[in-house]
């Protein structure tokens, strides 16, 4: 691994990007394992909840593969095909907004019907750990909103669909404005909260239970919540 000087405040997304030229540059090739979360700490001289989102932004980006007790390992990909989405300046209305919300509800039912019938052992334990780091982290902010994010990939993941993940891939950075903009409303709040974990763990227990019509309802119920509290901010603001 090459040094990196660090010159950003999201540092994770410099990491990111760090080890994705190391990729298409071929110092890094496909099979090849990176090194540990604790010797990635070291190198990039960061925390381990750090690393864990460069991962993570590496993994929706379909370079990097991980494993549990196995470590990353270094996808197979074209150098056409990976490019960091860039949305600049999209979300500048409201309208924006509550189509990005459409698009995302049409695209997230479907990963959930999928995610039913094609789900593994290995997806439902990943699964299982978000729902009990949500548990943990109930009311940080930060943390919470990642695990959010991190829940509705690994059911795009849970597909086996890559496009589908690619899919997901281009609106997360528009989902994550969107859940500032309820998050600065008060909609993290104990009550809420609670709610929001209920509503992803009766997601996760159709996928388990391999009930496709089920996964579709909770899915659809969830981010009708999800809409309906972006509505009610939106109303705020005009007011």
């Not at 994705?20 to 925390?47: A, F, N, R, T, W």
């Not at 600065?184 to 909260?193: C, K, V």
């Not at 974990?197 to 496709?212: G, N, P, R, S, V």
């Amino acid at each position: 691994m090459e040094p990196l000087k660090m010159t950003t405040v999201r540092i994770y997304e410099k990491i990111a990007d760090h080890i994705k030229q190391q990729i298409l540059d071929g110092k890094l090739k496909p099979g090849d394992k990176l090194p540990s979360d604790k010797e990635l700490c070291q190198h990039y001289s960061v925390g381990r909840s750090t690393i864990r989102e460069a991962l993570s932004a590496l993994k929706i980006m379909g370079l990097i593969e991980s494993r549990q007790g196995e470590g990353s390992t270094i996808c197979k990909v074209d150098p056409e095909d990976v490019k960091m989405p860039d949305f600049s300046g999209f979300l500048l209305s409201d309208q924006s907004i509550l189509e990005l919300m459409e698009a995302r509800k049409l695209l997230e039912i479907s990963n959930a019907e999928v995610a039913a019938s094609r789900r593994t052992d290995e997806d439902l334990m990943k699964f299982q750990q978000i729902l009990n780091r949500m548990q943990v982290h109930l009311l940080n902010e930060e943390e919470s909103k990642k695990e959010d994010m991190l829940f509705h990939h690994t059911i795009a993941e849970a597909t086996h669909n890559t496009i589908m993940v690619k899919l997901l891939e281009t609106i997360s950075e528009q989902m994550d404005k969107a859940m500032r903009e309820i998050r600065r409303a008060g909609f993290l709040n104990p009550a809420s909260a609670q709610r929001l974990l209920a509503e992803h763990t009766a997601i996760y227990q159709a996928i388990k239970d391999q009930d496709a019509e089920k996964a579709q309802q909770s899915m659809k119920s969830h981010l009708e919540y999800f809409e309906s509290e972006i509505r009610n901010n939106i109303k705020l603001k005009s007011n």
